[in-house]
């Protein structure tokens, strides 16, 4: 009896054509759909992050150090304006997008803002009906405190200021009227001084804008409580200051003539030198008259001339021949303004001469010579000079540095060449010393580099990158760890359905496949008698084939490959 298998034709089932992705998403299940869907919508959301961030302005200072008046009707301003803005850390600044920052200024500025926190003679455009006349005054004291005020803060030194006026009502009934005077209050900047120029600026500027103010009315104080105008004894504190920068400028000139001199000839930073002066800034005046003989042996100069006569002459008797001469009147008498008397004249007599007293005065001019001789002040009484040359250094064969002291033939050379230097006076009692010693030089340590990680560079570019390094890393993550697995299982191809014989007949073709060992076919005692030897061993290989697909599938598989069945 044969045994013979019939061979059933398969009918392919034909499938409409579907999408792969269509047909790998739908393959997916509920848990893996949400996990893909989360992992898109996170993505989309970091990417939206991410160009929003890009897309965010560069903010600049609008305004900064504003009140809070100021500050508010700013805002104000801006939000109807639609300009976006946003404050500061320290909330003193407000901040725009740098592309309107001139804009938005000049638009303010049309609106009269800011305002500033000190208010001027704009006080004065508010004045209500029924005002009197005490608050007209005091609105423009407070518009002329502002202006001065804020004329002040223009200064690039000072911060802050407040200026109060002592403004007295000036009545005509009163003889001596109060004068005005001011006080100013300075708020500087940190590391900010004024100098005596600068606070006389101030002064004369308050001075000046107040009528009949006297300069020295006017009060600077700054934010310590410093007084900072002139004193009652400013003068004196001013020559004392004049005279002790007019000494350290001497004494500075002179050394910088010797460190001139000498680092040629030692190198520099080799030579210290300092020098001491005495100034005398003593003023002497002395006046002296001289009187003097006339020069050349002229005569002197009359200055004044009396001459006084007294006495009264009996009248002289008709004598001598009568006649026209007779009756002539005597000549005059001459008087030598040096010498002996002239004679009487030849017509008196010895009688008439006794009786007459002549008395003469004559005062001359005296020479004279009145010098006045005024000494400078600010002259140098004393120099001293002391100059320290450090000790030479060689290099030896080796590269090692040695330290020698100077000979003293060349300290002597440098000492004459101080004392040419700085003009050396035995009579004034000058001193000049140069000694030679080793300088005690302190080797700065280098500063440890800074470690890259720690450069201010690499630290600010860290901060401007951590923030995209961080939307791309949890972009990443979420990719790897959501998307890409559910892509991978869209794409993979559909499962194909077989039976449990060539399913198990396709597990075992790989390369390393399993080969159980076949077990000894059991015959059927009712078919072996009946069946011949061949067709006993064709029916053994089917039953063999059916109960233990996987060790026939080994032995086709070793019959392909050459290999000889165990």
Sequence with gaps: MSTTLAETPVTPQVTPPRNALTAGFSRLSNAQKLRLGGGVLAMFILALAAFFMTREPQWRVLYSNLSDKDGGAIVAQLTQMNVQYKHSDSGQSIMVPADRVHDVRLRLASQGLPKGSVAGFELMENNRFGMTQFQERLTFQRGLEGELTRSIQSL??????????????????????????????????????????????????????????????????????????ASPDANAQTADVKKLQYTQQIEQLYTRRILDMIEPLVGVGNVKAQVSALVDFSEVESTSEQHRPN?????????????????????????????????????????????????????????????????????????????????????????????????????????????????????????????????????????????????????????EPIAWYQAPDNVALAKDMAMPASLIAIGLLIFMGLVRPMLKLIKAPAPVEKSPEVSQISAIVNDSPERPGLPQPAQEEASTDLMSPEEARMADARRLAIENPMAVANIVKGWVNGEVPA
């Design 295 to 447: 020069q050349g042996g002229e005569p002197g100069t009359i200055r004044s001339q009396q001459i006084v006569e007294d006495g009264t002459a009996p009248q002289a008797q008709p004598a001598g021949v009568p006649g026209a001469v007779t009756n002539q009147p005597p000549e005059t008498g001459t008087a030598p303004i040096n010498g002996d008397a002239a004679p009487v004249g030849a017509g008196q007599t010895s009688e008439t001469a006794g009786k007459t007293r002549r008395e003469s005065v004559t005062n001359y001019e005296v020479d004279k010579t009145v010098r006045v001789v005024r000494e400078s002040s600010g002259n140098v009484k004393r120099l001293t000079a002391a100059v320290v040359v450090n000790n030479r250094t060689t290099l030896d064969k080796n590269g090692k540095e040695t330290s020698t002291a100077i000979p003293q033939e060349q300290l002597d050379k440098m000492a004459a060449l101080v004392r040419e230097t700085i003009g050396f006076s035995q009579e004034r009692g000058d001193s000049v010393n140069v000694v030679n010693a080793e300088f005690n030089v302190v080797k700065e340590e280098e500063p």
């Design 156 to 229: 690039s030194s000072v911060e802050a200021a407040r200026v109060h006026l002592a403004l007295p009502n000036q009545n005509g009934f009163f003889r001596a009227q109060q004068k005005p005077s001011a006080s100013v209050l300075l708020t500087l900047h940190p590391g900010r001084s004024l100098d005596k120029a600068q606070v006389a600026g101030i002064i004369h500027l308050v001075a000046s804008s107040v009528p009949e103010m006297n300069p020295k009315a006017v009060s600077v104080v700054d934010e310590g409580g410093n007084l900072l105008s």
